[in-house]
């Protein structure tokens, strides 16, 4: 079974500029997620989809924020414009939401530097 | 909301030794989950815990629920080089809340 795809691994922006991060799921899984992980912390939700639904994004910035999963497949994450703040590994997961499937399946990850 | 302390925060052990990392809730738990993150790497979930007292075993890999559902921990009996990496407890506070980890460095 492939894994969940993001790109690109690595991205280096200016403050104020605006950048965006792609994720595939693993097929047939109906959740997914967005988790943003600054370097020394765990991973922090950011927004969950539920197929294209939003299902919870009350930790999502969204003013700057914003998310979208529109056929229910692939999802894009974007930020603008970006804060140094926003340095950090966004970790896509996902899951097949169904009853006894537990663990999140993560992607390797975007880590992104705001310089 | 619901906290999760996880401690300690960062472990050096010599190759062989045990290591043991807590975490530890305000609120009684449902049910909580462990993962694994390799330095660079993303993480990589190990196992999820329901039953109060659940004790499972993988390979040199302990885990145990507490009887109260507030706390948990993982045991790695006789560590080795390829356990480096930072643990995390994961519990449900609406969605998966992440612990802060525990950081394990194994000296050869």
């Known amino acids: 079974e492939a894994g969940v795809a993001q790109s690109p691994r690595y991205k280096i922006i200016e403050k104020r500029q605006s950048v965006a991060f792609w994720c595939n799921p693993i097929?047939?899984?109906?959740?997914l997620y967005w988790y943003q992980q600054i370097l020394g912390q765990g991973p922090k939700l950011l927004i969950q989809f539920q197929n294209n639904g939003v299902v919870d994004d009350s930790q999502l910035p969204k003013d700057r924020f914003s998310a979208e999963r529109l056929k229910g497949v692939d999802s894009t994450l974007k930020i603008q414009p970006a804060k140094l703040e926003d340095s950090a590994v966004y970790l896509c997961a996902s899951r097949t939401g169904t009853v006894g499937d537990y663990g999140y399946t993560f992607g390797s990850g975007t880590r992104l530097t705001v310089v | 909301g619901q906290q999760v302390m996880q401690i300690p925060q960062y472990q050096h052990v010599q190759e062989g030794e045990d290591f043991t990392t807590y975490c530890n809730s305000s609120?009684?738990?449902?049910?909580i989950q462990w993962y694994k993150q390799r330095p660079g790497g993303h993480p990589v979930f190990l196992i999820q815990?329901?039953?109060?007292?659940e004790v499972k075993k993988q390979k040199r890999l302990t885990f145990q629920f507490g009887e109260a559902k507030k706390n948990s921990s993982l045991h790695i009996t006789a560590t080795q080089t390829t356990d480096v990496g930072t643990y995390f407890c994961a519990v449900p506070r609406g969605q998966l809340t992440f612990g802060s980890g525990t950081q394990l460095t194994v000296l050869p």
């Open positions: 815990l329901v039953k109060s007292g």
């Open positions: 609120t009684t738990l449902s049910n």
């Open positions: 097929s047939g899984h109906a959740t």
